[in-house]
């Protein structure tokens, strides 16, 4: 593919910046613009795109031969052929099955009968020639229906070209044919509609080797007539003849650059025109695209490099075999974990915080403060068989004999169970304060993948050190259990003992106990009014309409829960107070992501409103553990068997021989366990973490900073265990290598521009004439003719073939290298000694002698004929100076 040098000359300077972009891994956005040409039927926009990119292979012919969108993808590639969208997998080398494919293709969907149809042809041209651009051929606008052609044919290809034309990103080529009225253009005004401000639209003229003799469009190619901002080209596409004599495009461009050399009213400007001409343009304004993308491409460079700066400074005198690096790297990352374990348990703080969940020390701090002291409150037992157990605990300690006291052994005995009861949660608070420790050394040994083995080896020690200390950290816990177990201190001040009832009356000593017990536990769970939680929350058990699905701002206090509308707590939706509340789990639904808990009450009464419980629902299972126990601390528990177990005790109970006496026993056994059981889980929530942060964490923190270091050197050969791991050999070299990619993109910017020079878009101009009417400026209006309309024509039958008039506002004459201004006619060469002539002139655009009467038209006309062979001998006569010849 060959023709366009302008695109053969852009080619190397994107493919440098495609290679050094594609060494950085940087995708190089340049999305060079579309071109697509608009225009009437048979203007000759197809030999305009078939002239830009140098290739014969789009269908010709006369009347409507392009009849659906052409989308020509020219994609850079070491080796030429095309390949259509339609038929992936096919080939073409040969540009003539591309023709005949592309009119298959056109009569498969529209019918051979002139049909026309919105669904484009995508065709790729692969090329080491080309850039990677995209190029659309449209259908011609045309006005009659024809063949299969609907009856709104114009407005449907109208509507079909402004889909393409209207981004911001194509190129219009407006093309018109010299031989019709340019102020009628169909290709003008659709280019004005999608680009009012002119900024992307190019005329073409075509087909001025098919104008009338003596006429010609030198007015309209020099932009004084209907101007554009871009203005025109003129270009000389190949005849039919040529077509079917397979006249290549290079001697096409030959003769078009010797047409425009030789005909009079072009030669002056024929620099400006023909298709390498239009193809300067075009590859202009690619240039212009690529140069406005540099500053953001060097801008994107630059930055990166600055971020590489620091790292590839240590790696420039890295030499991976020095021994002393080795030491001194090694020492560094044992250093380094040991500040970020502190950091991490310690929560004093790094650039690396995490924002997305709990961590560390963080985490710990909520196992030991609200996950443990639930898992105590929420152990469930039978309310119904612990009084059954007490009740035989009783009755076999009285033995035959029938009892006057309550016995303290069987406290003694009810309690112990209890006591035991208490290892579960505090060895379930071991094991996962141990597994957040192993995340947090696997985390910090991260920073060592550098030397797989030294990070491997490291978290080894340290794992195997916190297995050690949690083995003495349970068996320090049970321990502490076990001394519960071995002395029920009855004189505990928090006690309610037997001493304050012990003689008084049976119902007096077992109210006495029971108020006792109450008293100790609303004030034990009463904080004064304060808040304990704020957090978003939905209501899961409300309908869709009464705003069940929404989240509302939850303020938790220690004696009320109430809702609003956002965290600004203006709108209160309700507010619900705690007393007798108690508290439960939801099963999750199948589809629900939300994790659901109720608030209840054990007495069947109603919540809120007409619900018997208030579902509320949140996002994590580690936010529903921590409402619970923010509604643990506001003294609402969680459901236990024997909420449901309470409701059958009466009627069970009632049922059995337990006389009143040993049922007031039962009840003050109750209660007596439930105080003293108060006292033991307070002094184990309080120790289990003591224990914990003493055998564990802080004895971990310990090994790391004064231990670990000689473990290492214990462990084996350091040279092996500071061996760099294959990823990170790698790691340096691509490190290197896009910092060298980067500074070398850099200077490929620098170069190429220094090596293109961007075009400024030219000022703007008045072409209010394309949104006037349809109709071409009469004569002897203001407005610009046409150039159809008013193309410079003879002015008689008689003055066939004369040179053209010598125009009276300094018009240059043609082929003269100077270009003398021809002095006006003496009164001796008029005939008949009329007086002088007036000398034409053209303001706006038309000719001074259109207004004259029709005699001194005449006269008007016979002395311009007599001036310009006057001019045309001066010409003569200096070609023949300088040896050319005419």
């Given at each position: 593919m060959a023709g366009n040098t302008g695109m053969e000359q852009l080619i190397p300077i994107v493919n440098k910046l495609q290679?050094?972009?594609?060494?950085?891994?940087?995708?190089?956005?340049?999305?060079?613009?579309?071109?697509?040409?608009?225009?009437?039927?048979?203007?000759?926009?197809?030999?305009?795109?078939?002239?830009?990119?140098?290739?014969?292979?789009?269908?010709?012919?006369?009347?409507?031969?392009?009849?659906?969108?052409?989308?020509?993808?020219?994609?850079?590639?070491?080796?030429?052929?095309?390949?259509?969208?339609?038929?992936?997998?096919?080939?073409?080398t040969n540009f003539d099955e591309i023709r005949k494919e592309i009119e298959a293709d056109t009569d498969r969907i529209t019918g051979n009968n002139k049909g026309i149809s919105n669904l484009p042809i995508n065709l790729r041209v692969y090329s080491p020639n080309v850039l990677n651009l995209t190029l659309i051929d449209l259908p011609g606008l045309t006005k009659v229906p024809v063949g299969d052609q609907p009856q709104d044919i114009e407005q449907q290809i109208r509507n079909m070209i402004m889909t393409y034309i209207s981004k911001d990103s194509c190129l219009i080529l407006a093309v018109s044919p010299a031989n019709s009225d340019l102020a009628n253009s169909d290709a003008l005004k659709l280019s004005k509609d999608a680009d009012p401000d002119g900024l992307r639209t190019i005329g073409v003229i075509t087909k001025l080797d098919l104008m009338d003799e003596g006429t010609d469009a030198r007015d309209v190619l020099e932009n004084k007539l209907l101007p554009l901002r871009r203005g025109y080209v003129g270009v000389v596409n190949r005849?039919?003849?040529?077509?079917?004599?397979?006249?290549?495009?290079?001697?096409?461009?030959?003769?078009?650059?010797?047409?425009?050399?030789?005909?009079?009213?072009?030669?002056?400007?024929?620099?400006?025109?023909?298709?390498?001409?239009?193809?300067?343009?075009?590859?202009?304004?690619?240039?212009?695209?690529?140069?406005?993308?540099?500053?953001?491409?060097?801008?994107?460079?630059?930055?990166?490099?600055?971020?590489?700066?620091?790292?590839?400074?240590?790696?420039?005198?890295?030499?991976?075999?020095?021994?002393?690096?080795?030491?001194?790297?090694?020492?560094?990352?044992?250093?380094?974990?040991?500040?970020?374990f502190e950091r991490a348990i310690e929560g004093s703080g790094s650039a690396a915080i995490n924002t997305n969940e709990l961590s560390g020390g963080a985490k710990i701090n909520r196992l030991f403060h609200e996950r443990f002291p639930y898992e105590i409150v929420r152990m469930e037992f039978d309310e119904k068989e612990l009084r059954r157990e007490i009740a035989f605990a009783i009755r076999n300690i009285h033995g035959i004999r029938v009892g006057l006291f309550t016995p303290d052994m069987a406290f003694d005995a009810i309690v112990k169970g209890q006591i035991a009861r208490l290892k579960e949660p505090s060895l379930k608070c071991v094991d996962l304060v141990v597994q957040e420790l192993t995340n947090v050394v696997r985390a910090c040994t991260l920073k060592m993948s550098r030397y797989p083995r030294l990070q491997e080896e490291t978290e080894r020690i340290i794992t195997t050190h916190i297995r050690e200390r949690e083995q003495i950290c349970k068996e320090s816990i049970l321990l502490m259990n076990e001394c519960e177990l071995a002395y029920m201190n009855t004189n505990h001040e928090d006690f309610i003992g037997f001493a304050k009832y012990q003689y008084q009356s049976s119902n007096s000593s077992c109210r006495s106990a029971q108020?006792?017990?109450?008293?100790?536990?609303?004030?034990?769970?009463?904080?004064?009014?304060?808040?304990?939680?704020?957090?978003?929350?939905?209501?899961?058990?409300?309908?869709?309409?009464?705003?069940?699905?929404?989240?509302?701002?939850?303020?938790?206090?220690?004696?009320?829960?109430?809702?609003?509308?956002?965290?600004?707590?203006?709108?209160?939706?309700?507010?619900?107070?705690?007393?007798?509340?108690?508290?439960?789990?939801?099963?999750?639904?199948?589809?629900?992501?939300?994790?659901?808990?109720?608030?209840y009450n054990p007495d069947q009464r109603n919540v809120y409103k007409d619900y018997k419980e208030l579902q509320l629902g949140v996002e994590t299972q580690d936010d529903m553990d921590s409402w619970k126990a923010s509604f643990l601390r506001a003294g609402v528990y969680p459901e236990k068997v024997s909420d449901s177990a309470n409701g059958e005790e009466g009627s069970s109970e009632g049922s059995t021989s337990m006389d009143p006496q040993l049922e007031r026993q039962v009840e003050t056994i109750r209660n007596l366990v439930d105080s003293y059981m108060k006292i033991v889980t307070k002094t184990t929530r309080d120790l289990v973490p003591k224990s914990l942060m003493h055998l564990m964490i802080n004895n971990t923190k310990e090994f790391i900073n004064g231990e670990l270091l000689a473990h290492l050197y214990a462990s084996g050969d350091q040279s092996s265990m500071m061996e760099e791991s294959p990823e990170e050999a790698r790691k340096r070299e691509e490190m290197?290598?896009?910092?060298?990619?980067?500074?070398?993109?850099?200077?490929?910017?620098?170069?190429?521009?220094?090596?293109?020079?961007?075009?400024?878009?030219?000022?703007?101009?008045?072409?209010?004439?394309?949104?006037?009417?349809?109709?071409?400026?009469?004569?002897?209006?203001?407005?610009?003719?046409?150039?159809?309309?008013?193309?410079?024509?003879?002015?008689?039958?008689?003055?066939?073939?004369?040179?053209?008039?010598?125009?009276?506002?300094?018009?240059?004459?043609?082929?003269?290298?100077?270009?003398?201004?021809?002095?006006?006619?003496?009164?001796?060469?008029?005939?008949?000694?009329?007086?002088?002539?007036?000398?034409?002139?053209?303001?706006?655009?038309?000719?001074?002698?259109?207004?004259?009467?029709?005699?001194?038209?005449?006269?008007?006309?016979?002395?311009?004929?007599?001036?310009?062979?006057?001019?045309?001998?001066?010409?003569?006569?200096?070609?023949?100076?300088?040896?050319?010849?005419?």
């Open positions: 290679d050094a972009f594609t060494q950085l891994g940087v995708h190089m956005q340049l999305d060079l613009p579309q071109i697509a040409v608009v225009g009437g039927q048979s203007a000759g926009k197809s030999s305009v795109l078939e002239n830009f990119v140098g290739r014969d292979f789009l269908p010709r012919g006369s009347g409507i031969v392009t009849r659906r969108p052409l989308i020509l993808q020219l994609i850079y590639h070491p080796h030429e052929y095309g390949e259509f969208l339609h038929k992936k997998g096919d080939r073409y005849s039919q003849k040529d077509i079917d004599g397979k006249k290549d495009i290079k001697a096409a461009m030959a003769a078009e650059r010797k047409f425009f050399l030789a005909h009079p009213a072009y030669r002056h400007v024929a620099d400006r025109m023909g298709t390498p001409y239009l193809q300067r343009v075009l590859n202009q304004q690619l240039t212009n695209h690529i140069r406005e993308t540099l500053p953001s491409l060097r801008d994107k460079l630059q930055k990166q490099l600055l971020a590489m700066e620091k790292e590839v400074e240590q790696y420039k005198h890295f030499r991976p075999d020095d021994p002393s690096i080795k030491t001194k790297a090694m020492l560094q990352m044992i250093q380094q974990l040991q500040n970020d108020q006792t017990s109450e008293t100790s536990s609303k004030s034990g769970r009463k904080l004064g009014n304060q808040v304990i939680r704020k957090g978003y929350m939905s209501i899961s058990n409300l309908g869709f309409m009464k705003g069940g699905s929404r989240d509302y701002w939850f303020v938790l206090t220690s004696e009320s829960l109430s809702w609003f509308k956002d965290e600004e707590e203006r709108d209160k939706k309700y507010m619900l107070m705690l007393d007798g509340l108690k508290i439960k789990d939801i099963e999750q639904g199948f589809m629900s992501r939300r994790h659901v808990f109720a608030l290197l290598r896009m910092y060298h990619a980067c500074k070398e993109a850099l200077k490929i910017i620098g170069d190429v521009s220094m090596a293109t020079v961007t075009t400024p878009m030219p000022p703007p101009v008045k072409d209010d004439w394309l949104s006037t009417g349809q109709d071409s400026p009469k004569i002897g209006q203001s407005g610009p003719p046409s150039p159809g309309g008013s193309m410079r024509k003879p002015i008689s039958a008689n003055v066939s073939r004369a040179p053209p008039p010598v125009p009276g506002g300094g018009r240059p004459a043609p082929a003269i290298p100077t270009r003398p201004t021809p002095a006006p006619p003496t009164r001796q060469g008029n005939a008949g000694g009329l007086p002088p002539p007036l000398i034409p002139s053209r303001p706006g655009g038309g000719s001074g002698i259109t207004n004259a009467p029709l005699p001194q038209r005449v006269q008007q006309a016979a002395m311009n004929a007599a001036a310009g062979a006057a001019v045309n001998a001066a010409a003569n006569e200096l070609f023949s100076s300088f040896g050319f010849k005419k």
